[in-house]
């Protein structure tokens, strides 16, 4: 072989292998199913995902064939997002979205913007999504989407940019029939409203159905934006009552957007009083409680939670292991591991983010047998029911009033949880497998009787 040659090879053999190129090294080699899987696998939220899924298929005692056609996702879209960004320079960030299976209705999930994102993380989150819409008996699949960037370093106008062009990119898998995104962590009702505004530009009229979390003036719905948090609250409540929690329990909340805030505001107007917040930089923790409105206005002002006088200021981990009764994290995944397991003081664990406990932190909260559990796909589902009400009224053109959403988003949750809890009482199970068990069953039943094409 040319010696230039040659030494190329051993430089790129040499060099840190790109988490994109070592998709494609895996896909060239295997060129099969195999390939998707083992990087899928490698990917520890993808991993822990697929660890959850397996649990509860051996409770379900899935056959072997069933479990695969349920596990894997459908289809996975890799799109390159050119961006003009104010420099003038011209970025392209990765963007994904992964509709894991279609057998019920159209994707349903919503779309992240950070530095995290990847192609495994979002096929996790489409898992997730597929089993939290079969437990809420909503008509969809599951689906998630996201874009490699950091949306608190870009201006609006890139942003805008960077949401239009993804948009067109995926106009061809996305619509009201085929896949709904909706807004997650980074992404906001604006941007729900650029995507509205890109595809129905494209349709020739307008098509609110296609994305839901959008403004209320553009077709959203009442009550949408506060919905996540205002069920995880809600749940939360529920649990207190089964556990004879006194009114004034104190609460933790880590992550202080769109859900971690709604359900801290919730949770105060509940009665509770709300003890730590916490953000990207750090946490702050103060027993007497917090102000909410001045910890809010802080954070609006300076972009971040450190520095706010209201509290003692300490690490994403120390805030969570403070004394509370109630424990929400909603801010990102895996954020209780074992060692923090072992030393949470909450009796309650009302998961508002996606994935925030790992499998060997429930190994530990099951042996611990003090916490009551909240599975996120129980416990934030409040976010995709309301977007599901949002998509029918936007449908229908007819739209209901706040107390009409809560109502109904209630008379749905309260049964869930009491299935639930049932099905772990029966079983011998904890609630998570519980919750994940019944919506698998149903998105396996579902591809069984539907069969296969052709
Ligand atoms: P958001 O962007 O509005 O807020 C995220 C919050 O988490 C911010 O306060 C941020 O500073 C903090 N955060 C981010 N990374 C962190 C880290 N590594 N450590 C500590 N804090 C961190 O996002 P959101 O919409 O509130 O979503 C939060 C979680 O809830 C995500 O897991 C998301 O998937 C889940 N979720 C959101 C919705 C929804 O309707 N928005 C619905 C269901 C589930």
């Known amino acids: 072989m040319d010696e230039a040659l040659l030494l190329r090879k051993k430089e790129v053999a040499s060099e840190p292998i790109s988490k994109e190129r070592r998709c494609w090294q895996l896909l060239l080699r295997d060129g099969s199913m195999t390939g998707i899987m083992q990087f899928l696998l490698e990917n520890p939220v993808f991993a822990m995902a697929a660890k959850q899924f397996d649990l509860a298929a051996d409770v379900l005692e899935l056959p072997q064939d069933l479990r695969e056609r349920t596990k894997w996702p459908k ?70 989407g996201g874009v490699a960037c950091d949306p608190r370093t870009m201006s609006q106008r890139e942003l805008e940019s960077l949401t239009r062009r993804f948009t067109a990119e995926l106009l061809p898998f996305i619509g009201p029939k085929t896949d709904v995104p909706a807004p997650d962590m980074g992404t906001t009702e604006q941007m729900m409203a650029w995507i509205m505004d890109t595809y129905s530009s494209h349709e020739g009229h307008a098509v609110p159905s296609v994305v839901t979390g959008k403004p209320v003036n553009v077709g959203g719905s009442l009550g949408r934006r506060e919905a996540t948090g205002r069920g995880v609250a809600f749940l ?57 409105g001045e910890v809010s206005e802080y954070l609006a002002k300076n972009r971040t939670l450190e520095g706010c006088p209201h509290g003692q200021w300490m690490t994403n981990e120390e805030l969570l292991v403070q004394p509370c009764e109630i424990l929400i994290p909603a801010a990102t995944e895996r954020v209780i591991t074992a060692e923090i397991a072992a030393k949470l003081q909450c009796r309650i664990l009302a998961e508002g983010a996606n994935g925030p406990t790992t499998p060997d932190a429930d190994q530990i909260l099951e042996a611990r047998g003090d916490v009551f559990v909240i599975p996120d796909i129980l416990c934030n589902s409040g976010g995709v ?35 639930v809890l049932k099905f772990a009482k029966d079983r011998g199970v904890s609630h998570r497998i519980a919750a994940l068990a019944i919506g698998i069953q149903k998105v396996a039943e579902a591809r069984r009787v539907r069969g296969l094409y052709p």
């Not at 159209?106 to 437990?135: F, I, N, Q, T």
């Not at 202080?256 to 709604?262: A, D």
């Not at 949002?390 to 949880?417: A, H």
């Open 385 to 419: 029911t309301v977007s599901y009400f949002e998509w029918v009224q936007g449908l229908q053109s007819f739209f209901w009033s706040e107390s009409e959403v809560y109502d109904r988003l209630y008379r749905l949750m309260e049964p869930t949880l009491a299935r």
């Open 236 to 292: 939360a409540n529920r649990a207190a009552d089964l556990l004879k929690l006194p009114p004034e329990s104190r609460v933790i909340v880590q992550g202080f957007g769109n859900v971690g805030s709604y359900a801290a505001y919730a949770m105060a107007r509940f009665g509770s009083r709300i003890v730590g917040v916490g953000d990207i930089s750090g946490g702050l923790y103060n027993p007497a409680g917090l102000p909410l």
């Open 75 to 144: 289809r996975m879209i890799v799109v390159s997002v050119p961006v003009k960004m104010d420099s003038g320079e011209v970025r392209i960030f990765p963007g994904y979205r992964v509709q894991h299976h279609l057998t019920l209705g159209p994707g349903k999930g919503g779309l992240r913007y950070a530095p995290s994102v990847d192609l495994g993380e979002v096929a996790a989150l489409a898992m997730w999504m597929s089993w939290k819409c079969a437990l809420m008996d909503l008509p969809y699949g599951g689906a998630k």
